[in-house]
Nanobody
Framework: QVQLVASGGGLVQAGGSLILSCAGS????????MGWFRQAAVQEREFVAS????????FYADSVKGRFTISRDNAKNTVYLQMNNLKPEDTAVYYC????????????????????????WGQGTQVTVSS
């Protein structure tokens, strides 16, 4: 079992930046592939970014590539999402998620985009981008 707590959301103007954090507890953080997802109102949850257990490989949705950066600090049991050049369409509740089922090879590909492969979820943090 692992508990995830996401934080760092807020209200920002278009073009601005935010850093989301997700702190884990309960099991060694390095065991998990980590991902960020988001869900806008009246929409399905969608993949944002993922990172391998060691942090050596990252994967992004096309909609955020070049603007968002996922990173992790296993010593601090924390994963981050640096969001730059935010757009109104980035407005959503952002969730962090952890998977101990995704293999090292799978962690570098599209499997990480599928919410069903993640075992644990944080509570979500709201990001609102005004135009």
């Amino acid at each position: 079992q692992v508990q995830l707590v996401a934080s760092g959301g807020g209200l920002v103007q278009a073009g601005g930046s935010l850093i989301l954090s997700c702190a884990g507890s309960g099991r060694p953080f390095s065991r998990f592939v980590m991902g960020w997802f988001r869900q806008a109102a009246v929409q399905e949850r969608e993949f944002v970014a993922s990172i391998t257990r060691s942090g050596d490989y990252t994967f992004y949705a096309d909609s955020v590539k070049g603007r968002f950066t996922i990173s992790r600090d296993n010593a601090k049991n924390t994963v981050y999402l640096q969001m730059n050049n935010l757009k109104p369409e980035d407005t959503a509740v952002y969730y962090c998620a952890a998977s101990n089922r995704i293999t090292s090879a799978q962690a570098m590909g599209v499997i990480t985009m599928i919410a069903g492969w993640y075992d644990y979820w944080g509570q979500g943090t709201q990001v609102t981008v005004s135009s």
